[in-house]
């Protein structure tokens, strides 16, 4: 098992910054994949950024250039930094652990913008 807390999701104004906090009860260098994901008000879950075990990253079009993945090995941590803010960016974010034996997610933290 592996268990993921976040953590830095918040109400802030259009414009604004975030960093979000994915912590992991394992070493994060023994994770293949690990990933920021959303789920807006009536829609469905997207993926938003992605890390590999080799530090390659992904992100979705919209958030290019606005949010940044990173991890921190010795602290067993992943970030989302999310910079210049949008109303559309309101959702509930997840981070899920691709371990190639299994998939974990958080339990979640809501990000809401305001404009």
């Known amino acids: 098992q592996v268990q993921l807390v976040e953590s830095g999701g918040g109400l802030v104004q259009a414009g604004g910054s975030l960093r979000l906090s994915c912590a992991a009860s394992?070493?994060?260098?023994?994770?293949?994949?690990m990933g920021w994901y959303r789920q807006p008000p009536g829609k469905q879950r997207e993926v938003v950024a992605t890390i590999t075990s080799g530090g390659s990253t992904n992100y979705l079009d919209s958030v290019k250039g606005r949010f940044t993945i990173s991890r921190d090995n010795a602290k067993n941590t992943v970030y989302l930094q999310m910079n210049s803010l949008k109303p559309e960016d309101t959702a509930v974010y997840s981070c899920?652990?691709?371990?190639?034996?299994?998939?974990?997610w958080g339990q979640g933290t809501q990000v809401t913008v305001s404009s």
């Open positions: 394992v070493r994060i260098f023994s994770i293949l994949v």
């Open positions: 899920k652990a691709e371990m190639g034996w299994g998939d974990f």
